[in-house]
């Protein structure tokens, strides 16, 4: 029996239904400067069991066409990331439970430009110059 193809790469999508995206990092080296790239190829595998989540290292195998994109299954997660869980200090959630009301406008919702604004309005006349259309001064 001959042996399937074997890669091993990264999860970046698992939205779909029972599919992720696993992204194949390569090295190859440019025919003309000689210089070493990386690419990298995304393809659609088949995850049965819903256990991949992104970020997640897999080892995809060559199966028959399963829909019109995916002709990979996933066979093992070799690595699960490091998820860190944020943890919140009490003395900061009470500091940003007191700083958040004082952020918040006032005024029945209006911003601080707003305000600002309508204080200009009402200090009385400026010099201010409005130009015509096409940037001229109006003629009086």
């Not at 070799?78 to 860190?84: N, T």
Request: net charge positive; glycine share 8%; charged share 30%.
């Amino acid at each position: 029996m001959k042996k399937r193809k074997e890669l091993m790469g990264e999860v970046i999508s698992n939205k779909m239904e029972k599919t992720v995206v696993v992204e194949i990092q390569r090295t190859v080296h440019h025919p003309v400067y000689g210089k070493v790239i990386r690419q990298q190829t995304r393809f659609k595998a088949h995850d049965e069991k819903k256990e991949c989540q992104v970020g997640d290292k897999v080892r995809l195998v060559a199966c028959r066409p399963l829909s019109k994109e995916k002709h990979w299954k996933v066979v093992e997660v070799l690595a699960h990331p490091q998820r860190v869980e944020p943890v919140l200090d009490e003395s900061l959630a009470s500091g940003l439970a007191q700083a958040v009301p004082q952020a918040l406008p006032e005024h029945g919702g209006r911003g601080a430009s707003e305000d600002s604004a309508s204080e200009r309005n009402r200090s009385g006349p400026t010099s201010e110059v409005r130009l015509g259309r096409g940037g001229h001064l109006p003629a009086d």
